[in-house]
């Protein structure tokens, strides 16, 4: 079955840089889409069609795709950034979705 | 105002059936396809089943195949799914859920516990 990876965690500094990836074999061909998730609180849409922000989503929050990874960056982290992130896309044969294992960010 | 209400959670034993319900208003249901998402506690999320429109194309995660049906009344603004031969592993918060484009919404999740 198709599989998104992600790193399980990143850190970084509030008002550093935060990458997190996400690789797939189908995301030269298919969207990839960015939640984000705080304790106890139903995901919220940060990037969709791997590039687009949601109207009311911080511009530093950003997206990316090359080949079979995608990328969300968030340019100038703060401490309210700090959630668990998934990516989510379909397989190539558009039947099945699938998330990304998620990944915890830390600012601090 | 735009709502999905997941109802049906509760206890149940392995082996049994429940039948999850997720009632939309605010918006025009027919237009979307709808998943289901589940989460279990302390893990990530899970997709577990999506139909289009009208009904007639239906898709699910491999651990549910065979065993849980998705349905939809759009007459009811109402989505469904029968979750049969339970197991503890399908022990989660059961979220319905609309994605299309920057169109997002989630309902607020019923939580499914099988357990003797």
């Known amino acids: 079955s198709y599989e998104l990876t992600q790193p399980p965690s990143v850190s970084v500094s509030p008002g550093q840089t935060a990458r997190i990836t996400c690789s797939g074999d189908?995301?030269?061909?298919?969207?990839a889409y960015w939640y984000q998730q705080k304790s106890g609180q139903a995901p919220v849409l940060v990037i969709y069609d791997d590039t687009k922000r949601p109207s009311g989503i911080p511009e530093r929050f950003s997206g990316s795709s090359s080949g079979t990874m995608a990328t969300l960056t968030i340019s100038g982290a703060q401490v309210e950034d700090e959630a668990d992130y998934y990516c989510y896309s379909i397989d190539n044969n558009g039947h099945r979705w699938v998330f990304g294992g998620g990944t915890k960010l830390t600012v601090l | 105002e735009m709502q999905l209400v997941e109802s049906g959670g509760g206890l149940v034993q392995p082996g049994e059936s429940r039948r999850l319900s997720c009632a939309a208003s605010g918006f025009t249901f027919i237009n979307y396809s709808i998943h289901w998402v589940r989460q279990a506690p302390g893990k990530g999320l899970e997709w577990v089943a999506n139909i289009d429109q009208d009904g007639s194309q239906k898709n699910y995660v491999d651990s549910v195949q065979g065993r849980f049906t998705i349905s939809r009344d759009n007459a009811k603004n109402s989505l469904y799914l029968q979750m049969n031969s339970l197991r503890a592993e399908d022990t989660a918060v059961y979220y319905c859920?609309?994605?299309?484009?920057?169109?997002?919404?989630w309902g607020r999740g019923t939580l499914v516990t099988v357990s003797s």
């Open positions: 859920h609309i994605l299309s484009g920057s169109f997002s919404y």
């Open positions: 189908a995301l030269p061909k298919k969207y």
